[in-house]
């Protein structure tokens, strides 16, 4: 199973950006995908996740402003991530958890300067 993360990078306080992970060797739909980050020196914290069955879970920092969704056809989550604030740099990682494994992606860095 590999977990392919994209569309970080440097973005002014206020702006947006949207985040892509595409699975092979598994399938999205029939599992929980979800979101992370870890910014230096912290541990890696839970942003949201989405179930099989489309239910949504959101870090409360995040709720309102960051919004994930998937696309079955592509096997792919997105992190569309709006009003972006500096305490929201961080390497980004998505995650494929199913019944008996969990999968991370490479991570993608996001920084947003003020």
């Known amino acids: 199973v590999q977990l392919q993360a994209s569309g970080g990078g440097l973005v002014l306080a206020g702006g947006s950006l949207r985040l892509s992970c595409a699975a092979s060797?598994?399938?999205?739909?029939?599992?929980?995908g979800g979101w992370y980050r870890q910014a230096p020196g912290t541990q890696r914290e839970f942003i949201a996740l989405?179930?099989?069955?489309?239910?949504?879970n959101y870090r409360d920092s995040v709720e309102g402003r960051f919004t994930i969704s998937r696309d079955n056809a592509k096997n792919t989550i997105y992190l569309q991530m709006n009003s972006l604030k500096p305490e929201d740099t961080a390497v980004y990682y998505c995650?494929?958890?199913?019944?008996?494994?969990?999968?991370w992606g490479q991570g993608t860095q996001v920084t947003v300067s003020s």
């Open positions: 995650r494929l958890l199913t019944p008996r494994n969990n999968y």
């Open positions: 060797g598994e399938i999205f739909s029939r599992n929980t």
């Open positions: 989405v179930t099989s069955s489309g239910i949504t």
